[in-house]
């Protein structure tokens, strides 16, 4: 375990109010694991933002019934074999499929894949979600 190290902070009064409201709807047991969540969720945008190696998920939905769609997306991974680790492939009912791709790589990298799959007619939606890979944080 870490070494832990106790500091204090100062806040106004209505402004600690608000963040032990948000606390309790987050179901945080203490201050200090917010604390400790929020300065992680920051440092990771920094890594984000200095290009440093991320983690990720791009998730997709769209209708499998549109075949050229289906091989248009498979083109798309195969373009950037190098930042996707593994795909996941879900039935969500009889025409439209999700589908989880998993990244590690350049924020950049990932960002412009995401795009690219965001840009291909008849997919419904693209999110990306990116991470750390748990080494700078």
Request: hydrophobic share 40%.
């Amino acid at each position: 375990m870490a070494q832990l190290v106790r500091f204090g902070v100062s806040l106004e009064k209505i402004l600690l109010a608000r963040f032990d409201s948000h606390l309790k709807g987050k179901k945080y047991t203490n201050r200090s694991e917010a604390i400790r969540d929020l300065i992680r969720e920051d440092l990771i945008k920094r890594q984000w933002q200095e290009g440093n190696e991320i983690a990720g998920t791009i998730t997709i939905i769209y209708d499998h019934h549109k075949r050229e769609l289906v091989n248009k997306l498979m083109d798309i991974q195969h373009d950037f074999g190098g930042v996707i680790i593994s795909t996941q492939h879900i039935h969500l009912d009889h025409h439209n499929c999700l589908e989880i791709i998993a990244v590690k790589g350049r924020p950049k990298l990932a960002q412009k894949l995401a795009d690219t799959l965001k840009a291909v007619k008849w997919v419904k939606h693209v999110a990306l979600s990116m991470s750390s890979t748990g080494k700078e944080i």
